[in-house]
Each structure stands twice: as structure tokens, then as C-alpha cells.
């Protein structure tokens, strides 16, 4: 096969890879954050009293403060709901939530903290979110349920995420987690993403030489054809 020829089809190919990867990034819902470390933390609260106040009773345990640090995703989705009180009516309720979550809480985490992964009502650029289910029972009938339970609200412009929100341990007392994140969109490409894009965009121009190429070489032959032909 012809050295040129073959470089051509490799080139092409490379770029039609290229778009479409292109193409599948482009139709993704989720969106990657990073955290600030310097603007988003955790303050864990321990539930009940220590020995040794200064009269010798009870005092508040005292609480601690972590950085939060990593990324995470950020997914849009749209959830058809029927109404409580109309069954036959649907509305289509907007949603995000957390996904990939690659936090670093510290010894949140160890407390027993934990990034939300729960759903947020997504209302404009507003969001809020209840770890109770019984706040967003879409259907008919009852709902019944036991807390306490985590809760987060914030805004959400496509870029930059600013959210608080409340968890809890678990234990009996309750201990108590308040945390505040700011986040912003990872925009940045990586070195080998601009590589590929690089090499699509060098493929597609050796693509267009090489169809040029061919057309012009198409066009030779012919001419030759006819001179061959008005000579005979």
C-alpha cells in the first residue's frame, strides 16, 4: 500500500476518534468539581457531656474543625413525579447529585462523617436537599419517619458551588457534623486530553490534503486519458 496513502487513513481515523470523544464529553450531564481547601470545611460537635469543668461537673465536649479538600461530580437529572393530592398529574421535578465522590474530611471521616450522596431539589440555580425521604414523598398515601437526618442547600451556576449543610454520627447523643463547601468547576484540561485534540486537529488537515491529493491525482489521469485519446 502506498506510504502516503496509508498515513492518510491513519490520520482520519485518529480524528474521527478524536470527535468522537469529543462528542461523548459534550453530551455527559456531570459536571467535575474541585473543593477549595481554604473555604470549605467541617466542624464535628461530639454529643454529650465530658467529666472535669471547673466545679468538677459536666461540660459540653468540645468541637473540632477539618478542611475539606477533593472533587467531586455533580449530576443534573430530571425525575417525572406525580402529585400527592392529583395522581393523574406529572411534573417533571430537576435534581442533582453527588457522584465520584473523592473527598478527604480528615478525621471527620473517621468520626464518622460523610459526604452527602443523596438528591438536592434543583430550583433555578437554588438547591436543597433533606436526608428524610418523607420531604420529597412524591406519591399518595402517608409517609412516616425517624430522625434525625442530614440536610444541605446552596447554589449552583454551572461553575462554582457553594453549599452548607448538617450530617449526623449516628451515635445516641447526637453527634453533630456542620460543613460548608465551596467549589469550583475543574476546567483545566489535562496533558494527555490535549494531546488527543492536538492530533485529531492534525488528522482532519491531513485528511483534507490527502482527499485534495487524490482529486488532484484523479484530475491528472484523466487529462492524460483525453491528450492519449485526441492523439490517436
Given at each position: 500500500?502506498?506510504?502516503?496513502?496509508?498515513?492518510?487513513?491513519?490520520?482520519?481515523?485518529?480524528?474521527?476518534?478524536?470527535?468522537?470523544?469529543?462528542?461523548a464529553a459534550t453530551s455527559a450531564?456531570?459536571?467535575?468539581?474541585?473543593?477549595?481547601?481554604?473555604?470549605?470545611?467541617?466542624?464535628?460537635?461530639?454529643?454529650?457531656?465530658?467529666?472535669?469543668?471547673?466545679?468538677?461537673?459536666?461540660?459540653?465536649?468540645?468541637?473540632?474543625?477539618?478542611?475539606?479538600?477533593?472533587?467531586?461530580?455533580?449530576?443534573?437529572?430530571?425525575?417525572?413525579?406525580?402529585?400527592?393530592?392529583d395522581p393523574l398529574t406529572v411534573?417533571?421535578?430537576?435534581?442533582?447529585?453527588?457522584?465520584?465522590?473523592?473527598?478527604?474530611?480528615?478525621?471527620?471521616?473517621?468520626?464518622?462523617?460523610?459526604?452527602?450522596?443523596?438528591?438536592?431539589?434543583?430550583?433555578?440555580?437554588?438547591?436543597?436537599?433533606?436526608?428524610?425521604?418523607?420531604?420529597?414523598?412524591?406519591?399518595?398515601?402517608?409517609?412516616?419517619?425517624?430522625?434525625?437526618?442530614?440536610?444541605?442547600?446552596?447554589?449552583?451556576?454551572?461553575?462554582?458551588?457553594?453549599?452548607?449543610?448538617?450530617?449526623?454520627?449516628?451515635?445516641?447523643?447526637?453527634?453533630?457534623?456542620?460543613?460548608?463547601?465551596?467549589?469550583?468547576?475543574?476546567?483545566?484540561?489535562?496533558?494527555?486530553?490535549?494531546?488527543?485534540?492536538?492530533?485529531?486537529?492534525?488528522?482532519?488537515?491531513?485528511?483534507?490534503?490527502?482527499?485534495?491529493?487524490?482529486?488532484?491525482?484523479?484530475?491528472?489521469?484523466?487529462a492524460r486519458s483525453l491528450s492519449?485519446?485526441?492523439?490517436?
Open positions: 500500500m502506498n506510504l502516503a496513502v496509508q498515513a492518510c487513513r491513519t490520520a482520519t481515523a485518529c480524528a474521527l476518534v478524536t470527535l468522537a470523544l469529543g462528542a450531564h456531570a459536571i467535575t468539581l474541585a473543593i477549595d481547601p481554604g473555604q470549605s470545611w467541617v466542624t464535628y460537635t461530639p454529643g454529650g457531656f465530658s467529666f472535669g469543668g471547673p466545679d468538677g461537673g459536666l461540660t459540653p465536649s468540645a468541637p473540632q474543625t477539618f478542611a475539606l479538600s477533593g472533587r467531586f461530580d455533580v449530576a443534573q437529572e430530571t425525575v417525572p413525579i406525580t402529585l400527592s393530592l411534573v417533571d421535578r430537576e435534581q442533582i447529585r453527588f457522584e465520584a465522590i473523592a473527598v478527604d474530611s480528615g478525621g471527620a471521616a473517621t468520626a464518622g462523617f460523610a459526604f452527602p450522596t443523596y438528591f438536592a431539589v434543583l430550583t433555578g440555580q437554588a438547591f436543597a436537599a433533606s436526608e428524610d425521604s418523607c420531604t420529597w414523598f412524591p406519591s399518595t398515601g402517608s409517609c412516616t419517619s425517624t430522625g434525625p437526618f442530614g440536610s444541605y442547600a446552596g447554589s449552583f451556576d454551572g461553575t462554582t458551588l457553594s453549599m452548607t449543610g448538617t450530617d449526623f454520627a449516628g451515635d445516641s447523643y447526637p453527634s453533630r457534623f456542620e460543613f460548608s463547601v465551596i467549589a469550583r468547576a475543574a476546567s483545566v484540561p489535562e496533558p494527555g486530553t490535549l494531546a488527543c485534540l492536538a492530533i485529531g486537529a492534525f488528522g482532519l488537515g491531513a485528511a483534507r490534503r490527502c482527499s485534495g491529493g487524490r482529486d488532484g491525482a484523479g484530475n491528472a489521469a484523466r492519449a485519446s485526441s492523439l490517436a
